[in-house]
């Protein structure tokens, strides 16, 4: 018993010291009473009421978080025959229980926040100790034994420091010696002595709730403002996130992740805003006669050699990671700033008629597996489609999903917007 209550104890003690930033309260005291009715066994001629006043319990319940808790309880309370039981088959047996439960908010696991502020209800399971001890009839002698409850319990809410209860809960007692009438000796199954669970009954109560700490609300009732907005704060929020939206350069990038805001119209930018320059001859794509081969200023960022192997250049565009197609989250629309990507690789494959290309779509790590085998698969297909109606033969053209990028980091934004992608490989 004594290491049941300092595990008790120390199990609630640690709950409470890495818990103590939650904004709502924690403990709360239980006290109920109201009917038993001890089931099976009983001695044959002995009967209870099927209601009948004579339980009471008091427990001391901490919640972890809003849906899980422990609980410590004491019930206590007699047995009685039935008013009609004949003077031989009158019986009086006194009991105690002592059981530490989980505790589990069914109310918000199931969401009755949604349609309910005033109702919950509160699932319980556990084991513990109990005796019971009969007070008339052949055996008097206290009886110990081990048991197991759980049970239900509705809640409405009268305060944010009090609820009113009513709870139903059904006891099973393991090693029990004697009929709930103490009129007859429960025989082993076995000559080890031992009985297994054969004691059954449950008690129905009514009961408060009264709810202790500093904060204005206890973990069964608490709702957390982020998921629960108000419509005055969800208007904000919008207005937040239409303002964050905005693209003054209209380069198709928001003004909050674009670290060029002034790209002049027409660039041809990349996933932060900045302007592109493929090849790296320092003349950007939108002012570049030839994107993809390096050449001086002076030619318009073209070379002056008359044969240029422009599939290495190609090549080493696509492996450097500057011909991509982008899109938004859960999206297989190409981006608006993106979508030129594809009309390099039309022209490319326009002036390079022996040239094969695989469209290879990507997601990023957001969500299932196999949702986003299925996206990075439409995201190639929708490329393939714009190479298909710029006038490239089918059969130059194939394409693939890979599913995941899990090279980028994916606790970031930038990083994730990057792994949603259409990339090109020539073969």
């Not at 104890?9 to 009473?33: E, R």
């Not at 592109?276 to 960022?301: E, M, Q, R, W, Y």
Request: include cysteine; hydrophobic fraction near 35%; proline fraction near 4%.
């Amino acid at each position: 018993m004594k290491k049941l209550l300092l595990s008790t104890l120390l199990v609630g003690a640690l709950a409470f010291l890495s818990n103590a930033q939650d904004d709502f309260n924690k403990w709360s005291i239980d006290v109920n009473g109201g009917f038993n009715k001890p089931m099976a066994p009983m001695t044959p001629g002995f009967f209870s009421p099927s209601l009948r006043l004579g339980h009471a319990d008091l427990g001391v319940r901490y919640m972890l978080n809003e849906k899980f808790g422990l609980k410590l309880d004491y019930g206590f309370g007699t047995f009685r025959s039935s008013n009609d039981a004949a003077q031989a088959a009158q019986f009086e047996t006194s009991y105690n229980r002592l059981n530490i439960q989980g505790v589990a908010n069914l109310g918000r696991i199931m969401s009755w926040e949604t349609f309910t502020r005033t109702f919950n209800v509160l699932g319980h399971f556990g084991a513990g100790w109990g005796s019971i001890t009969p007070q008339r009839n052949q055996f008097q002698e206290r009886d110990d034994n081990y048991n197991f409850i759980t049970g239900l319990t509705l809640q409405v809410k009268l305060g944010n420091r009090v609820a009113l209860v009513g709870d139903v809960s059904t006891i099973i007692n393991g090693r029990q010696d004697v009929a709930f009438d103490g009129a007859s000796e429960i025989t082993p199954a076995t000559d080890n002595g031992y009985y297994g669970a054969n004691g059954v009954w449950w008690t129905g109560t009514l009961g408060l709730n009264f709810y202790l700490g500093s904060k204005v609300t206890h973990a069964d009732w608490y709702l957390r403002e982020s998921k629960y907005a108000t419509k005055d704060e969800l208007a904000q929020q919008i207005g937040e996130i239409k303002d964050m939206l905005k693209d003054s350069d209209g380069d198709g990038i928001p003004d909050y992740l674009d670290q060029e805001p002034n790209t002049p119209a027409g660039a041809r930018v990349d996933a932060r805003g900045r302007t592109l320059d493929s090849d790296g001859d320092g003349i950007p794509d939108h002012l570049d006669k030839c994107p993809f081969l390096p050449g001086p200023a002076a030619n318009d960022g073209c070379p002056y050699e008359e044969e240029v192997k422009e599939i290495d250049y190609f090549k080493q565009a696509i492996n450097d990671g500057y011909v991509n197609v982008y899109y938004a989250f859960d999206s297989a629309k190409p981006l608006g700033y993106s979508a030129s990507a594809a009309n390099y690789v039309a022209n490319f494959l326009k002036r390079n008629p022996g040239v094969n290309v695989e469209v290879k779509g990507y997601a990023d790590e957001i969500g299932p597996e196999d949702y986003n085998m299925k996206l990075s698969e439409r995201r190639a297909k929708a490329v393939y489609d714009l190479l298909i109606a710029s006038g490239i033969d089918a059969s130059r053209i194939s394409y693939k999903g890979y599913g995941e990028d899990t090279s980028v980091d994916k606790k970031s934004a930038d990083a994730r917007q990057l792994a949603r992608r259409a990339s090109f490989e020539v073969q």
